[in-house]
Nanobody, 124 residues
Framework: VQLQASGGGLMQAGGSLRLSCKAS????????MGWFRQAPGKEREFVAR????????YYADSVKGRFTISRDNAKNTVYLQMNSLKTEDTAVYHC??????????????????WGQGTLVTVSS
């Protein structure tokens, strides 16, 4: 599976962005998908996860209520809608695929495929 993330950019605090992650391959609908982010000088951290069918989602406490993860299996795409952006949301955002399509895995090591990342910069 190859993953291509897009949609990053520069936004003022309080604004919104939607990230997309397009996957290649016919087995996308079998995978759980996650979004992670990595700020300069920090470790990569979990942001959100959605199971294979889209009916279960999980969020880091820092983004709960502001970010929404969703997927369209017909388009092989997972999305991250980011609202009420804060300066601390500035990071490179990566999408990832977990061959285990269910569960609540939030660990970087639990994901099998990674996209290249898209930069989100939030200014004050």
């Amino acid at each position: 599976v190859q993953l291509q993330a897009s949609g990053g950019g520069l936004m003022q605090a309080g604004g919104s962005l939607r990230l997309s992650c397009k996957a290649s391959g016919r087995t996308f609908s079998n995978y759980a998908m996650g979004w992670f982010r990595q700020a300069p000088g920090k470790e990569r951290e979990f942001v959100a996860r959605i199971n294979w069918s889209g009916d279960s989602t999980y969020y880091a406490d820092s983004v709960k209520g502001r970010f929404t993860i969703s997927r369209d299996n017909a388009k092989n795409t997972v999305y991250l809608q980011m609202n009420s952006l804060k300066t601390e949301d500035t990071a490179v955002y990566h999408c990832a695929a977990d061959r285990a399509g269910w569960g609540t895995n939030r660990s970087v090591r639990g994901y099998d495929y990674w996209g290249q990342g898209t930069l989100v910069t939030v200014s004050s």
